[in-house]
């Protein structure tokens, strides 16, 4: 049957036009949809944040009389004035790509007291960058311009345009007279002095409303050292080897280790529930903006950059920290070092340190043993125990500065790294601890490395046994836990 012409016609026209409003409406879509995630309910999302300045938001409506009139073209931004990019990131739009900002930190361990806030940014060069100031009592921010240190060794290349490269920004915020000194305790940052910020952060640890002097920076505990964990992202339950990990590092004397996570395993959340209620362990949700430049990478090269995003993590762990530690170690969950048998961590790196001399340290560097599952002949109990039960190691440390751990000095890093430090207030000096020890960095494994079928690691290997006097209390302690949270025994 022939449908009617003008009938025909019309359905013509009609398909037309609906095509092109389809393609028109295609065209309008924003590019990266994700690109302008403005949270929709953001007081709920983020009530809790330690990154927004909650508490500065409250003085400012407890006492509007202090904050009224102001003669600077800028305004204070309400939450509701946020701009994200992801749950944790706050979205800085810059010609050419974007500055994509994560935390805030009070730093007044040098000669000049400064705010360093951890962002990254996708142009090559950094663009002029402000902090907009904010201080209590007072409704005129200070505009200081920002020194954006890279957090990234540039001969391992890069930064690159286009990839998310970490940066910590880092500004001044000594008060220009007359006002009192004191600290800051929100920034926002900007790319001219003047205008409406749509990203603030909370300075954090910055004494509010305190009158400052560099000369009594906080007093540090010499004897306390903490543990980084760069995250934790396994959909498996490795809950059994992250309680036989913390319960050793807990016998080396760590005052706390903080962990952070992207995606965990819910007995694995159990387990961090369990430490953190003891307060032994600090937990941090932790996500990443989204990498919208449309760069195209391939898969190798997009891997080597993602390792920069590790950096986050690391310098968060350092920032929050600079007082309540005066060491801190980024290892992984299938890392140790082991102390001389029965010490602790502080009474190895008092003996290494004792004998230094002038020479301030800022990182204690120990050589990498591999310990392969291959290479096993024997077992010193449950398998499951990884740490504890395999005491065959490679007799060569890997080369130097490959792989490498150290604790680093809180007092002097400045950019912090699962390696080595890469910035200090000045050169950074390494000490390195003698392949013999005191101490020893271990690396579990399963195969030899990434590519590699066979290695001398699996062949040239010895029996070392390390935790012989921590074993029969640490495996008591690892049934303990595993029992009363109700998982799976280690055998
Ligand atoms: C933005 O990109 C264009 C084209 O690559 C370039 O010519 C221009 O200098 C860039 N501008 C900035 C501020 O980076
Ligand atoms: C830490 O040690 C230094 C010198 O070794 C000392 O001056 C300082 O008082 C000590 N700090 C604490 C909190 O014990
Ligand atoms: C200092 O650190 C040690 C070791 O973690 C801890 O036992 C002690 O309570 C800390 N002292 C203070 C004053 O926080
Ligand atoms: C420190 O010096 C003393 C005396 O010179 C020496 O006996 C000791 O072995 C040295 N310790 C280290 C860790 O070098
Ligand atoms: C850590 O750095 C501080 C500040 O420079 C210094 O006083 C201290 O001696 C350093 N620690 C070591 C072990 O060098």
Redesign the pocket.
């Known amino acids: 049957m022939r449908l009617p012409l003008p009938t025909h016609r019309r359905s013509f026209f009609l398909i037309i036009i609906a095509s092109a409003i389809l393609t028109l409406t295609w065209l309008y879509l924003p590019r990266h949809p994700h690109r302008t995630t403005v949270v929709q309910d953001p007081m709920t999302l983020h009530s809790r944040s330690r990154l927004l300045p909650f508490s500065f938001w409250n003085h400012r409506s407890v006492y509007p009389e202090r904050y009224k009139g102001s003669y600077s073209c800028m305004k204070f931004p309400e939450i509701n004035d946020l701009k994200y990019a992801a749950v944790s990131w706050q979205w800085l739009p ?4 974007s500055v994509y900002i994560y935390g805030a930190y009070w730093d007044p361990r040098f000669e000049e007291p400064l705010v360093r806030i951890l962002v990254y940014c996708d ?1 090559v060069p950094v ?1 002029k960058l402000y902090c907009q100031l904010w201080f209590p009592n007072d409704n005129e921010p200070q505009t200081e311009l920002a020194t954006p240190v890279y957090g990234w060794e540039p001969a391992w290349g890069g930064p690159t345009m286009g990839v998310n490269e970490p940066y910590i920004l880092t500004c001044s915020c000594r008060r220009h007279p007359p006002e009192k000194e004191t600290a800051p305790v929100a920034v926002s940052v900007v790319t001219a002095p003047c205008g409406d910020a749509t990203n603030v952060l909370d300075v954090q640890n910055a004494p509010f409303d305190e009158e400052i002097s560099k000369r009594t920076p906080p007093q540090r505990n010499n004897s306390s050292i903490a543990v980084c964990l760069k995250w934790l992202h396994y959909r498996s339950d490795i809950s059994a080897s992250l309680v036989e990990w913390l319960q050793l590092i807990k016998h080396f004397g760590a005052e706390r280790v903080y962990i952070y996570i992207v995606r965990i395993h819910p007995n694995v959340r159990k387990v961090l529930k369990y430490y953190e209620d003891q307060g032994f362990v600090v937990v941090t949700e932790i996500d990443h903006p989204p990498q919208i430049s449309g760069l195209k990478q391939s898969r190798g090269s997009r891997d080597f950059r993602d390792l920069r995003r590790e950096l986050l993590p690391l310098n968060d762990c350092l920032y929050r920290n600079l007082f309540r530690h005066s060491w801190l170690l980024a290892i992984d969950l299938d890392e140790i070092i082991v102390p001389p048998s029965s010490e602790t961590w502080p009474s190895m790196i008092g003996a290494e340190i004792a004998n230094r001399s002038d020479r301030v340290i800022d990182a204690l560097v120990f050589r990498n043993y591999f310990v392969l599952d291959g290479a096993q002949k024997d077992l010193e109990g449950p398998a499951k125990a990884r740490i504890l039960s395999h005491t065959w190691r490679a007799i060569a440390p890997s080369p130097p500065g490959s792989m490498v751990k150290s604790f680093i000095n809180t007092s002097t890093v400045i950019a912090m790294h699962n390696h080595l430090p890469m910035s200090c207030d000045r050169q950074c000096s390494y000490h390195d601890v003698p392949p013999e020890g005191p101490g020893r960095l271990l690396h579990f494994r399963e195969k030899c490395s990434y590519d590699n079928e066979d290695c001398p690691e699996l062949h040239d290997v010895m029996k070392e046994d390390n935790f012989a006097s921590w074993r029969a209390t640490v495996l008591q302690e690892i049934r303990h836990v595993l029992r009363s949270l109700d998982l799976e025994s280690l055998e």
Do not use: E
């Open positions: 810059i010609v050419n790509g142009v663009p």
